[in-house]
């Protein structure tokens, strides 16, 4: 299968790191955020990427080139202005094809195994999705969503967990999405929970939304500590 790392927002929480540099690059435990994607994927099996940016999107081609040093092979969708979550996807549709696909923010760091996508996508009906999600972080205490005991999502209802940033997409989900225009990923979530297609899973395990320079030193911390 298929993946794609978004990785065309401005970071305007993360400037001035951000000035020169994009956010999936910051260093997080001695290696760019993006990577730790790009080396799970590969150790998965997942070795077909696709990456879609805009501001200072030529630093990340120059830094990861065509995915070989990691083990995967990266194509780009180029937006000349950030088209937003579902703007992005649909943008890139023609690279990722007409099977499900995995998609992951490139600002967040997190252990999940993408090794589980596979089996994820075989079961996805046509229009749905699956997201991770997980316990809401200090800084979203409300959360997004309801995970109900059968694994279905849902817009209203509690306790709800939050979008962890990693989710497996049909990619018929995009249709109605017009190529070149921003659009956000909620009402197409909306859209999925109301027709009976959004399910997903709790991951109790490491999550980071790297928002803030200081959730960022935090992780770098907490990451380089572990490795000792």
Request: hydrophobic share 45%; aromatic share 6%; with cysteine.
């Amino acid at each position: 299968m298929q993946a794609m790392i978004l990785a065309a927002g401005r970071g305007e929480r993360m400037r001035p790191l951000t000035d020169k540099l994009p956010k999936p690059l910051l260093a997080v435990g001695g290696k760019p955020l993006i990577v730790w994607h790009l080396e799970r994927l590969a150790a998965a099996g997942i070795r077909d990427v696709v990456i879609n940016h805009a501001w200072l999107g030529h630093e990340i081609e120059r830094a990861l080139g065509d995915g070989g040093a990691f083990g995967v092979r990266i194509r780009y969708s180029a937006e000349g202005t950030a088209l937003e979550t579902a703007g992005g996807i649909a943008q890139a549709l023609p690279l990722l094809g007409n099977a499900p696909f995995l998609v992951m923010n490139g600002d967040v760091w997190c252990d999940w195994d993408p090794a589980a996508a596979p089996g994820l996508a075989a079961s996805l009906p046509d229009g749905g999705a699956w997201l991770l999600m997980v316990d809401n972080p200090a800084q979203h205490p409300n959360g997004d969503f309801r995970l109900a005991p059968d694994g279905s999502l849902h817009a209203q209802g509690e306790p709800r967990l939050t979008y962890a940033g990693i989710a497996v997409y049909h990619p018929s989900l995009f249709a109605d999405v017009p190529r070149g225009t921003a659009m956000p990923m909620l009402p197409l979530f909306r859209q999925a929970m109301a027709q009976g297609l959004a399910r997903g899973a709790h991951h109790t395990g490491r999550w980071t939304d790297v928002g803030t320079p200081e959730r960022l030193a935090d992780l770098d911390a907490e990451l380089h500590a572990a490795a000792r």
